[in-house]
């Protein structure tokens, strides 16, 4: 079992910066792929990015340039610095792992936290 918790989630005007963490307990948390997706009213969720346990960083198109993904395991966190951005970022915003190498699919990840709201004003 893996326990996330995410944190650093709030109201930010556009083109401002919000940095989100995701906390892990549980098992090892150096083996997993980390993926943080969001949510918006009446949407269904969607992959934002992923780090894998190699480091390496996939991430959706609208978000490239404009969000970092980065892990720390010696504090067990993964975080998602997101700049520049917009109304549309606004979202509940979940981190979850997965077994796996990578995926960026809902449904291939085992684990979630319980998610932090990002909301952007215009």
């Known amino acids: 079992q893996v326990q996330l918790v995410e944190s650093g989630g709030g109201l930010v005007q556009a083109g401002g910066s919000l940095r989100l963490s995701c906390a892990a307990s549980g098992r090892t948390f150096s083996n997993y792929c980390v993926g943080w997706f969001r949510q918006a009213p009446g949407e269904e969720r969607e992959f934002v990015a992923a780090i894998t346990f190699f480091d390496n960083t996939y991430y959706q198109d609208s978000v490239k340039g404009r969000f970092t993904i980065s892990r720390d395991n010696a504090k067990r966190t993964v975080y998602l610095q997101m700049n520049s951005l917009k109304p549309e970022d606004t979202a509940v915003y979940y981190c979850?792992?997965?077994?796996?190498?990578?995926?960026?699919?809902?449904?291939?990840?085992?684990?979630w936290g319980q998610g932090t709201q990002v909301s952007v004003s215009s």
């Open positions: 979850a792992a997965h077994g796996g190498y990578y995926s960026n699919h809902v449904g291939d990840y085992d684990y």
